[in-house]
């Protein structure tokens, strides 16, 4: 992640929203501004929950306070003499920003924004986020005398300062990252960039905020839904002729389309997701793409993917583009091999389609079918071995192992919702390390993916180890009367992911706020979270993790086995659906600012998929939300695979639950947040260069 994207944008994976400074009342009763301060400290969790604002007056006087202190931040700054300039005057100045009141509760507008049940506090939030990153980009991310002042300082005093590794990365990168975005430019030319930046931040939004409130609602009779089991139906409403009201959330979409043996409703409720925010968003995206495609021309830039790839890992479009087809000649092999196998024995109410694929709203039904009948894996079995309580006590035991930490579950309320849970996370010692908040079931207009939210940094204030925290979002089924919330084995694998941003994001304490935790290279950020998801396929591990909801018993072995035999059973067309994605992320920014959004898609397909058909009628493009935040950057998620598999293997190897190996980790990886290149946090860790070995093999393919 660059300098300004670290500093001044939204990311879907840890939201760092910097504003200006103040401090804050903890009183509910009270505004949630008062007078300035320069850093504020959160010392217990009712401190943390006492900085959301409970009204959209509150969000308002945020807002205006916000722009006041920003403009006396950065007057301070660029006002100091040449002569006069230090790292800790001009470089930390800004970089406190992070760690301001002002920031932080910035944060928690813009989850506000993902999560409020209250339309007005949402709709506060939304036009809060809007107003803000428009005066962000015209007084900070954008704002020539501010890099003037910062240049001054690298061409002058910084040659003479004993500056840190980490405090010269951080500056060289803020003038790199500043000069790509414009700063450079005459102030015509600098003036509309500004301007696209603006217009882009709000079409962001929009983009952003149609998927959130888009969920459809289809209909059924029971005998619709036939496969579906008894728990399905609890808490769905239902019509005075007796149809099930069927609102298309992540936990009811999913379940149809996996269980249900009646080939008509799995395709009305795919074809109801798949179309989330269409029309709206079509119109949409196409003027982002546009946008984009005109602001990396003014930058001098070919295309919008060579800009945003610039500071990435992987450094072009090209390479990312190379990476992609090389793997893509591998996997298709093995894809078309599982497609053949499932196609041998198919449920009857699959039929395939003439050229021998699946019908989108068949592809996941057979495929689970097929491991459910030739690999004794049921998963709704299964999820009795995973209530929500015992997983995530399991998963605190696997993580206090490894990582030497501890954690403490704490009731809360005064947030958005009763849901919502708190964690402390402490040291062996007892101390505090930071807190986490659980959001963890859908409700209507909430985020509908699953991520984690920063909302404090992870660094140090006077020299001492500030609390930082974090927010993990879900949209996990909910418990009913007579039983627990019930997690597939893909929902523990997505809890055991976002947590692994989480401690990213508190265990990654660096000295300056803008490197801290998950504020890394976007395509190395999701390293620390696919990693934690391979403990699950140690046998141990699914032992300590799991816990009958009715007996206690852990999963037996059979299961057991059976979940680790069929885990590369269809890997290869999980990872071509990556890759498709992927190629969509990169393409759509890439080339033609006109693009034809349906017809590329399309193309793509036919080019990466072999197991399911295209749909005519698919317009999944309006709906993919990491087009806003991660731009041509998907990638990452199959780059950072590869990093992932690399690191678990050298771990497994010493033992999953090796607490020195934890601390190894830890102390060459999550610790150094941003603050170093990823390709020496990798090196410093294996010894050697990472390869693609392990992640070959992983996919059966070695």
């Known amino acids: 992640m660059s300098f300004h994207e670290r500093l001044f944008f939204t990311f879907i994976v840890a939201v760092f929203f910097s504003a200006g400074m103040y401090c804050l009342q903890f009183d509910h009763h009270q505004p949630v501004l008062q ?66 009141g002002s920031n932080i509760v910035g944060s928690a507008v813009q989850i506000l924004e993902m999560v409020s049940p209250d339309k007005e506090i949402r709709d506060a939030a939304h036009d809060a986020v809007i107003e803000l990153q428009a005066f962000l980009v015209e007084h900070l991310s954008n704002n020539k005398v501010l890099y003037n002042a910062f240049k001054s300082y690298a061409d ?307 020299g001492k180890p500030n609390i930082p925290a974090g927010l993990v979002i879900a949209n996990f089924s909910k418990p009913t009367e007579d039983k627990p919330a019930l997690l597939k084995k893909d929902q523990v694998s997505t809890f055991f992911h976002e947590f692994g941003h989480a401690l990213h994001a508190l265990l990654g304490r660096t000295t300056l706020a803008g490197h801290a935790g998950t504020k890394v290279k976007t395509d190395f950020v999701e390293l620390p979270s696919q990693i934690l998801e391979e403990w699950l396929l140690d046998k141990d591990i699914l032992k300590m993790v799991s816990s009958h909801y009715q007996t206690g018993e852990s999963l037996p072995d059979d299961l057991i086995d059976s979940i680790i035999a069929v885990k590369n059973f269809s890997v290869g067309n999980w990872a071509l659906a990556q890759l498709y994605y992927a190629n969509i992320s990169l393409t759509y920014f890439n080339g033609d600012a006109l693009i034809d959004l349906k017809k590329c898609m399309n193309q793509l397909h036919e080019k990466v998929i072999v197991d399911t058909a295209i749909d005519p009628d698919n317009h999944f493009y309006c709906n993919f939300g990491h087009l806003t935040g991660y731009g041509a950057k998907y990638y990452g998620y199959l780059w950072s695979k590869v990093f992932a598999k690399d690191i678990f293997d050298q771990v497994k190897k010493h033992g999953l639950l090796n607490s020195e190996v934890g601390q190894k980790y830890v102390a060459a990886v999550l610790s150094k947040g941003g603050s170093k290149d990823p390709n020496e946090l990798l090196r410093d860790f294996l010894g050697r260069e990472p390869n693609q070995d392990a992640f070959l093999s992983d996919l059966g393919l070695r």
């Open 156 to 462: 002058g005093n910084a040659k003479n300062e004993q500056l840190t590794r980490e405090h010269r990365y951080f500056l060289d990168e803020a003038l790199r990252d500043w000069k790509r975005a414009g700063l450079e430019l005459p102030d015509k030319q600098l003036a509309e960039v500004k301007e696209l930046r603006k217009e882009l931040a709000k079409l962001a939004s929009e983009f952003d905020r149609n998927i959130a409130e888009d969920t459809p609602i289809i209909t059924a009779k029971k005998d619709e839904l036939a496969g579906l089991n008894d728990a399905f139906f609890a808490g769905i409403e239902q019509s005075e002729d007796g149809a099930y009201i069927l609102p298309l959330n992540y936990p009811v979409y999913f379940a149809i389309v996996d269980e249900c043996t009646v080939a008509d409703t799995r395709k009305r409720a795919y074809k109801a997701f798949v179309n989330r925010a269409y029309p709206k968003n079509k119109d949409i995206l196409q003027c982002i793409i546009a946008r984009r495609f005109e602001l990396a021309h003014k930058l001098g830039f070919s295309s919008y993917a060579e800009l945003d790839l610039a500071s990435q890992m992987v450094g072009s479009p090209q390479r990312a583009q190379q990476f992609m087809d090389e793997l893509l000649e591998k996997v298709q092999i093995k894809g078309r091999k599982e497609l053949a196998t499932i196609l041998s024995d198919l449920p009857e109410s699959v039929i395939p389609t003439q050229d021998g694929r699946l019908n989108p709203w068949d592809t996941r039904f057979a495929t689970k079918q097929y491991k459910k009948k030739h690999f004794n894996i049921d998963e709704q079995e299964i999820a009795q071995y995973f209530p929500m309580e015992k997983t995530i006590e399991g998963l605190f035991e696997v993580y206090k192992k490894f990582f030497s930490i501890d954690f403490k579950q704490i009731t809360i309320s005064g947030l958005w919702h009763s849901d919502v849970k708190g964690v402390e996370v402490l040291d062996k010692q007892g101390n505090t390390l930071g807190y986490l908040l659980l959001d963890l079931y859908p409700r209507p207009f909430k985020f509908s993916h699953a991520c984690h939210a920063g909302i404090i940094p992870s660094t140090y204030i006077d």
């Open 35 to 100: 007078e300035k301060s320069i850093i504020i400290e959160v010392k217990m969790l009712k401190d943390l929950i006492r900085l959301f604002p409970t009204s959209p007056q509150e969000i308002k006087d945020w807002v205006v306070q916000s722009k006041e202190e920003i403009h006396a931040i950065i007057d301070k700054i660029i006002t100091i003499p040449d002569d006069k300039r230090t790292f800790q005057n001009t470089v930390k100045a800004l970089d406190d920003i992070d760690l301001t």
